[in-house]
């Protein structure tokens, strides 16, 4: 089967704070793009209706998977409420490991909230096995029969991660057998990038115009020759991208994807240091580990009120505490809320009555201030890149997006744009991802952020290559090491399934080391070893059986505008091509 068509695309969105997965069968797509089928979650006790559920892993004292999602939270609040909850390890947010983590590695940890660690893969895989069976399980339910061949997997991913936290979480589907021989890559997955995705499904359909300060809606398509920013805010980043729609429907990249860590959690944040000035760390940790029922609760409640709080808010906001909060602060520092309240910085914005906090507003709205401050900065300098008026449109997706303070704040910033957004802009990537599946060449062109290379030898030339690099080869000749040899430069527009071609004469060193790729912030570089250089990962060589002739040659086919590296290899020696032998979790000591 040729997955260039496959039969069905399931999208899977692994989020910082919430996950979800959807499908769609290749007939209906064909009739109809937006035919896209989502799971519907039981939210909790209250018996709520979610499309996605809480990216939350819950595992028994013998370390094995036990819950994932509004499951896992309720029942670890049960066994916390019991004070049945010691031995059992509980992980949330645990996405945000792979976030600009230069150290990232197969071995990589992370810790649950009560500070137990376990590999972050066995997690990850976890997680994404939870949401492929549960799934499959779907399927299953409304097709008789219907094996996994016949899927074509997409995994959903922040466009500002590297190479390492893409192999990460691609190494992570592949332990879920998404691919059928373990440890080779095969057609059967497919990354999404999340802003690219919401830019997909926005395409497909009409996005509605909020006007804030007129009150207005309407219908708006985009035009070829549309420039618009997405600005995808999910709950631990925000993607930041720039596409151009193209005379034939398919998207251009012409502003490299680029973000950062300003998330709806910074908010979360911000509102659990708020807590922390008023009852301490020591008590909160107490609440934590005493009465988890409650502290879910607490900021789960929060989490409501966080999407709802609205700019012109002159009301004071109420917080309603768990009774057990307020009998741990009493134990710990022998007054009560009311009694030391007055003493605190919140003395005349913060009132307590009845167990509940009254917030004045412009403290509840202060939580968002440090993300909004990271976003609106980036948002202003993308913008001055571009000549007049050019990006006429802000596309805003993702959950953290349909909160009202984030859109006035978008608003008042840039009056002269038209800020957009789809009716569900928390499903936008998801549903967007699927879209991807069925058209994956969609995204027409993508803008290389940095320049990437490979590390080679080339002759030595006396007077051009500094001798600290000259080097002499077993047969005789002089060589320079450390050469960088540009694939792609910093901010060339680089078109889907762009091929890059070249041939290395292999040593034996090259089978233990590998062939080094390097990025470079400057269009230009000469060596790899400049200021400006990092590097990536390395290119894994299969060594043939008594070594390399002294003649032998690997013809190397590097692809790009992909969502993810790609590279074959054909050795003389073996006489066969072999693809994506490469590795981007071993740095330079490994």
Same mark, same amino acid.
């Given at each position: ?408 704040? &978008?608003?008042? #910033?840039? *009056? $002269? /744009?038209?800020? =957009?957004?789809?009716? %569900? ?35 030595? &030339?006396?007077? #051009?290559? *500094? $001798? /600290?690099?000259? =080097?002499?080869?077993? %047969? ?42 390097? /990025? ?71």
């Amino acid at each position: 089967m040729s997955f260039s068509t496959p039969v069905l695309v399931a999208a899977i969105d692994f989020g910082t704070t919430y996950s979800g997965y959807a499908f769609s069968f290749r007939h209906e797509f064909d009739k109809d793009p937006l035919k896209i089928n989502a799971c519907n979650w039981i939210a909790g006790s209250q018996a709520l209706v979610s499309l996605k559920t809480p990216s939350v892993v819950l595992l028994k004292p013998n370390k094995t998977f036990h819950a994932f999602g509004y499951e896992a939270e309720n029942k670890y609040a049960s066994l916390a409420e019991d004070n049945e909850h010691e031995g059992w390890l509980y992980f949330k947010r645990f996405k945000m490991t792979l976030h600009q983590n230069k150290s990232l590695r197969r071995t990589t940890s992370i810790k649950d909230v009560n500070g137990n660690e376990m590999p972050a893969m066995t997690i990850f895989t976890m997680a994404i096995k939870y949401l492929k069976d549960h799934l499959m399980g779907t399927l299953k339910s409304r097709v008789a029969e219907f094996t996994e061949d016949l899927i074509l997997w997409v995994l959903t991913v922040p466009a500002i991660w590297d190479e390492g936290a893409k192999q990460f979480m691609t190494e992570a589907a592949a332990d879920v057998r998404i691919f059928y021989i373990a440890g080779i890559l095969t057609k059967q997955l497919l990354l999404a990038l999340e802003p690219e995705a919401a830019s997909i499904y926005c395409n497909h359909v009409p996005v509605e115009v909020m006007s804030y300060n007129k009150g207005r809606t309407g219908a708006y398509a985009f035009e070829p020759g549309t420039q618009y920013m997405v600005l995808d805010l999910g709950g631990g980043t925000a993607d930041i991208t720039v596409h151009e729609v193209q005379s034939n429907q398919k998207l251009r990249e012409v502003h490299h994807a680029t973000g950062g860590a300003w998330g709806g959690t910074k908010v979360d944040d911000a509102f659990y240091q708020f807590l922390a000035k008023l009852f301490g760390n020591d008590v909160l940790s107490t609440l934590k580990d005493e009465n988890m029922d409650d502290y879910i609760t607490l900021f789960r409640d929060f989490e409501t009120k966080k999407r709802t709080i609205k700019p012109n808010l002159e009301d004071k906001v109420t917080i309603t505490l768990p009774f057990r909060l307020l009998e741990i602060f009493k134990e710990q520092s022998e007054e009560t809320l009311a009694e030391a309240l007055p003493q605190t910085r919140y003395a005349k914005t913060v009132e307590f009555k009845a167990g509940k906090l009254r917030v004045h507003p412009e403290i509840f709205k202060e939580f968002f201030n440090h993300t909004l401050q990271g976003i609106i900065q980036h948002i202003t300098e993308i913008m001055q890149s571009f000549q007049g008026e050019s990006v006429s449109k802000i596309l805003l997706v993702g959950g953290f997006s349909e909160s009202p303070m984030v859109l006035k704040a &978008i608003r008042e #910033l840039f *009056p $002269n /744009k038209k800020v =957009i957004a789809p009716a %569900d802009p928390g499903l936008a990537v998801l549903k967007g991802a699927v879209l991807f599946g069925h058209t994956p060449s969609i995204i027409s062109s993508r803008i290389s952020l940095c320049t990437i290379g490979l590390e080679v030898n080339v002759q030595f &030339i006396e007077g #051009l290559h *500094p $001798n /600290k690099y000259k =080097i002499k080869k077993p %047969d005789g000749q002089t060589m320079c090491q450390h050469i960088f040899e540009a694939l792609v430069q910093k901010g060339e527009d680089v078109p889907f399934g762009h091929k890059i071609e070249n041939t290395y004469s292999p040593s034996e060193e090259d089978a233990v080391t590998g062939i080094g790729i390097y /990025k470079s912030t400057s269009e230009n570089p000469t060596y790899t070893t400049d200021k400006n250089c990092t590097k990536l990962g390395t290119i894994v060589l299969r060594r043939p059986n008594g070594g390399w002739s002294e003649d032998a040659q690997i013809h190397v086919v590097v692809e790009f505008g992909s969502t993810r590296f790609s590279v074959a290899m054909t050795d003389d020696c073996l006489d066969e091509t072999y693809r994506d032998s490469y590795d981007f979790l071993r740095k330079q000591n490994q």
